[in-house]
């Protein structure tokens, strides 16, 4: 069943953000398996909020484990998973 991954990045920034975001598409890896879909931006807060799509909640364990050393390397350090059941993910296919 697919999930809903929103993640809370206290004190998380546009430009860390962005630092993960570019090493993670530099990978042979990027997109990883089970990946659906992606959003992001500022939490109101003062940190950043990532909300994903994945085919199971073990695939973004995978993922995590994989891409731990970019998070760290870009300054995050930690984040807040929330992990819930997604009835329904709708994707608007990429333009031909």
């Known amino acids: 069943m697919a999930v809903i ?3 809370e990045l206290p004190g998380g920034t546009q ?3 962005e630092e993960t975001t570019r090493m ?3 990978t042979d890896w990027f997109p990883p398996d089970g990946f659906i ?5 500022p939490d109101g807060t003062g940190g950043w909020r ?3 799509f994945w ?3 073990d695939d973004f364990l995978a993922f995590v484990e994989k891409a731990r050393p970019l ?3 870009a300054g995050v350090r930690s984040f807040l998973p929330t992990v819930q059941p997604a009835v ?6 990429e333009p031909k």
């Open 5 to 7: 991954v929103t993640l």
């Open 15 to 17: 430009e860390q953000y």
């Open 24 to 26: 993670l598409r530099a």
């Open 37 to 41: 879909a992606h959003a992001a931006g």
């Open 50 to 52: 990532v909300v994903d």
């Open 55 to 57: 085919e199971s909640e």
């Open 71 to 73: 998070f760290e390397r």
């Open 88 to 93: 329904n993910v709708i994707v608007r296919p």
